[in-house]
């Protein structure tokens, strides 16, 4: 994780959110369960209190309620993506094509199709997952 | 267009803009399950509140559909329709849908061992053995011309893409490298190229290609550069702002409110004359994300004119279309056509 983060924030010209707190992640899994979607994984929340969302080149981490109008709020953008299964899946980023979600009962991140849904990478990590969906290199921006 | 018509075309086309994107946001609050509580505000809520979950689940239900509808409305009403998906022709499968990604993005994502096929598994797991353990002997070595990648079926697909037939140099040093057998060559499938692929690129500390992507927004940075800034200038940004995703786009790379959208969706690339441009700039379109893009993908998806190449607003007037002989002069500037192609 300390090695992805390093990258995001080598990034040209990207947009970060400022770090969330606890609170505000236990408040956007409680809503995320009342509207019976999968809960966040650990390593996203992890994530979140780095950057509370992120865009950059297109691709797109979502946030907890984030500021600024560019970014993109978690449970907004589950709400709007109509996915299949969301009792399974949360959906944490997005770029043109694919979404970047979390499959609770494989647990994995998954990059999917955005119009049909279909998995394209499975990733066990989430530091791999997020490259592919910033479509950043491995060992890109250290 | 004078200051003043411009102003009343701007106030139309961000009264049009607040009400779509207003629906996307009102679609997105309509399913959001509230839950009880004790607060004055929920109490004054009557009958909302006396429904059982599976009644209030209906109610959103009936309300998201409502919102669908209302939205479908506001862009059938500006002359977007629907695309009508032919079910005879087949969507991309898992592997073209990866194969256009990389063609489009040029970033390499190392595949699990799980996903080659076994021939060139197995080949690449002998030749690793035999390099740690120094007894073993190495396996034969084989040269260049002993590949014959229009073997393999997927390498036939595959080479269709520009960006791909470059790499057909590399990908034949890298399985000389890796001492795969050409008889492995027919049974290769996408997985094993991106593998193969990857280790040559990472060896020599390379790029395969750069992707259709980046091409595609110097491309437009470069044709239609002066109309974009004039757009935008009308859309009131700021001219500082503008210059920088100007700068950005001549860099390969894209503004955070921007976004280039495929106007045939890769999911149905083969509803195109010449699938394998898929990600060729006529087909691409740069427009805002939210919520130009969105209404352009919402439900199954809307068509846009074929010659549009910038979709800044829903009037015209905030639009640039194609100019062909533009973009010819551009690729003949860059070496990616001959001085004597036609325009397209």
Redesign the interface.
Known sequence: MQKLVKQLNALPDANTGKPVDAAQIILCQKQLCENDFAPLPEEYAALLHHFNAFAWNGSFLYGVKPFKDFFLDLVGENMLAFHPLPNLNVILGCNEYDYLAWNCADASYQIIDKSDFMVLNTYAGCADAVRHILKIEDDEYL | MSKAQNDKRLSTERVLVAAIRNK??A???A???K?RSNSAKSRNRGEYQKLSSAEKRLVRRIKVQQLKTEIHLLLYANGFRPHIRDPQIP?AT?EE??AI?FDF?G????P?STLLSAPYANARQIYQEALNNGDTPLPPEYNPGDYRLDDSPVWRKLKLFDNFRQTRKKIINSLVHNRIPPEAVPAMNYYDFVDTLTDACKRTNTRPFEGS?SQNLKMFAHCYGEEFTQIMLSLRYKPDAVHQMLQ?MHKG??P???????KT???NFRELEHPEKINAFPNMLLTF??PHH?SL?FDK?YDIDKDIVFFGGYDPAYQIRRNPEKERQYLISKGRLPKNAKTR
Request: charged residues 25%.
């Open positions: 996307m946001d679609l997105a609050n399913q959001f399950f839950n969507r898992t849908s990866l990604r993005d970033i390499l994502h190392r699990d992507r950005q790379s894209s955070n409110i921007l976004d280039l959208h495929h969706n890769v999911t994300i939210h969105r993908h998806g």
